[in-house]
C-alpha cells in the first residue's frame, strides 16, 4: 500500500516537473540550468545529496521554477524530498544574486528496519538564498524551510552551471 503511495507521488511529481518543463517557450530552454547541492538537515545532523534544474517563468527575468530532489545519507533509514519551489530574484546590480521563494514538497521517508515503517508527507518550502549571477557555473548557498509533519530548516550550498 505505502510502495504505491510512494510510486504514485512520484509519478505526479515526474509529471508535474514534465509539464512545466514542457510549457517552457524555446528561448527559456536554451536558458535552463542544472545544479548539485548538498548541505545537512540539522534537525537529523545528516548531510544530504541533491539535484535541480532552474529555468525563468515568464517574461520577467526576475521569477524563476527550480524543481529539486535531495537525498539525505542517514545512518537508518532514508529520507528523500521531492521538490518545485519558485523564487524572485530580487533586483539589485551586484555580482551575486539574492532571492526568496517558496513551493509544495513531497517527502518520504524508508526506515529500513525491522518494525520500521515507510511514511510519505506533503509540505511546504519556504527559502532564501544567495549566489553568483554571472560565468558558466556560479555556486550559492541557502536556507530552506520545511513545513510538514516533521519540519526542519535546511542548510545547503550547490552549484549552477
Do not use: C
Not at 19 to 42: E, H, K, M, W
Amino acid at each position: 500500500m505505502r510502495k504505491t503511495l510512494v510510486i504514485r507521488t512520484l509519478l505526479v511529481t515526474s509529471a508535474s516537473l514534465l509539464v512545466a518543463l514542457l510549457g517552457i517557450n524555446p528561448s527559456q530552454a536554451r536558458t535552463t540550468d542544472f545544479g548539485v547541492r548538498g548541505g545537512v538537515y540539522p534537525d537529523g545532523e545528516n548531510p544530504f545529496l541533491g539535484a535541480e534544474a532552474l529555468f525563468g517563468v515568464g517574461e520577467s527575468k526576475h521569477w524563476f521554477g527550480n524543481p529539486n530532489v535531495e537525498h539525505v545519507l542517514a545512518d537508518r533509514g532514508d529520507l528523500t524530498t521531492f521538490s518545485f519551489d519558485f523564487h524572485y530574484d530580487l533586483p539589485m546590480s551586484q555580482p551575486y544574486t539574492v532571492w526568496v521563494g517558496a513551493g509544495p514538497t513531497v517527502i518520504h521517508k524508508d526506515e529500513n528496519e525491522p518494525g520500521g515503517r515507510d511514511t510519505t508527507d506533503a509540505g511546504a518550502n519556504l527559502l532564501m538564498g544567495v549566489g553568483a549571477n554571472k560565468g558558466e557555473v556560479r555556486p550559492y548557498g541557502q536556507l530552506k524551510l520545511v513545513f510538514a509533519e516533521d519540519s526542519q530548516a535546511v542548510l545547503g550550498v550547490g552549484v549552477r552551471f
